[in-house]
């Protein structure tokens, strides 16, 4: 009889692993994916969709029109919790049974870890959900209007600080586009203990030229601080300095989401062995986000590591490929620990990334920047989206 697969969450990691599975076991597995979102949303693209260079169109596609086509189940259904002990996935509108569990929910954003954070009852846009980029969007329209002080930062605890980068150098070649720039005070707040640590301890000469492409764009930086509060038109730092901004962009911190956090560590991320295996419960795997590692060194305000799309997609591979060996009766594959590949855009230019692996000491520690990079991650965006519309996982 066919192993049945339920995979939780339909973005990087939840389609790779899904497509991978059906792609190596064939008949031998009935995968189901079951996602809250009726859609993939290309995240790497939401920052150019706030600032209106891309549609939601243009970056989405329909779950159930790429997996029907793979043999793959689409529920449309957002998990309220796993019953690990009888194998089950609880939705609002039903149970369902699996042998395996794929959890690949990646982040609950935790915008009350500071007052005043976030759209939702507070003072700040964010970029991280596809709703949130259209209402920053709708936002910035509002603001050309009227420009005033930008204030873009990450608050102590955040993890994903590659967002926040891009999103405050398009808003200044945007604002230099439009001949706006001259009226707008722009500041970048961070907890890392400085500009270009990304949470990952810093990678090549990544300090030194993250203050120099800040210092040439005159935006301010307050590295190393955090936030006490926001209030409408003021950021407030726990040294007391006051930041007055007409439009605020933060990204918060990142647990695990509830519906699968009793299975987590005290944040709600699941703790895995190095094939991405439940440390406990040995018929539950989980990728991407939704994972629970520790950041490479504390920082004096608390930082998290990033978990990127690259990296989610090698553990749902490696993930895969183990579930596979155990189906076929094999012995597990043995893994390499993930790296980090990104292209961060810069406005006018973007950044190549890599640091292999992704906790130091590494063998490959770059990043340079450059035209050339904004064009790569241009066609990337294309390429995945054609790539992951035909299930083609097993592509680069
Ligand atoms: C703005 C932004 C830009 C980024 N840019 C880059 C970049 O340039 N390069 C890069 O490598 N990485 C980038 N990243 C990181 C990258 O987006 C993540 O690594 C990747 O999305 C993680 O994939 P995931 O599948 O683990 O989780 P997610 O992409 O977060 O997907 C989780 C899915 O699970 C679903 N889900 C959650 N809870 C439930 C539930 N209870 N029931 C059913 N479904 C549920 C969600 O709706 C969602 O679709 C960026 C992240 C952000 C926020």
Redesign the pocket.
Known sequence: MAAKIIV???????LTSAFELKRLLGKKVDVSV????DRFIF??S??WLSMGWRRPKDITLSLEKILRPKGIEFIH???TTIDADSSKVITSAGEFNYDYLII????ALVFSAVSGLGPEGGHTEC??TLEQAERCHEKWKEFLKEPGPVVVGSVQGVS?F??VYEYAFEIDAELRRRKLRHKVPITFITSEPYVGHFGIGGLGKSKRLMEDEFADREIKVIANTAVEEITPGEVRLKDGTKIPFKLSMFAPPMAG?K?VSHLGNPKGFIPVDANYRHKEISNIFS????VAMAPPEQTPVPTGLP??????VKMAKDAASTLTSEILGKAPPATEPVDVL???DMGNTAAFMKAKPVIPPRQESVLKAGIQYKWMKAAFEKYYLWKISRGLTQLP
């Open positions: 939780l969450g339909g973005s990087f990691g939840g079951v996602s809250d979102l995240i790497p939401l920052p259904q957002e998990a690949a929910t990646g982040p970029i991280f994903c590659g967002p989401v519906a990728v991407g986000v939704a978990k990127t799309g690259f990296m989610t990104c292209l961060m």
